[in-house]
């Protein structure tokens, strides 16, 4: 009966621990600097994904390399 009691002692202490919905800051959505912020963030990943995809595909493959055998296997001693 004792470890029922503490597991429903715990138990509560859990549901005043969850935020409410009440509690929660952004719940009707971003407003403001916020939404700002998260914009210029997606944004500028955007941006920046674009340019390395870009540079990628023209530098990516280096055209002046200097040719080597393939090695097959590595012998060992």
Same mark, same amino acid.
Do not use: C, H
């Given at each position: 009966?004792?470890?029922?009691?503490?597991?429903?002692?715990?138990?509560?202490?859990?549901? &005043?621990?969850?935020? %409410?919905?009440?509690?929660?800051?952004?719940?009707?959505?971003? $407003?403001? @600097? #916020?939404?700002?912020?998260?914009?210029?963030?997606?944004?500028?990943?955007?941006?920046?994904?674009?340019? &390395?995809?870009?540079? %990628?595909?023209?530098?990516?493959?280096?055209?002046?390399?200097? $040719?080597? @055998? #393939?090695?097959?296997?590595?012998?060992?001693?």
């Amino acid at each position: 009966m004792q470890r029922l009691d503490i597991l429903s002692r715990n138990q509560e202490e859990f549901v &005043v621990m969850e935020p %409410s919905l009440e509690n929660i800051g952004d719940y009707n959505g971003l $407003k403001g @600097e #916020k939404k700002r912020v998260v914009w210029a963030v997606l944004i500028s990943g955007i941006i920046l994904g674009a340019a &390395v995809g870009v540079v %990628s595909y023209f530098y990516g493959t280096p055209s002046d390399s200097i $040719k080597t @055998e #393939k090695v097959g296997k590595i012998p060992l001693r």
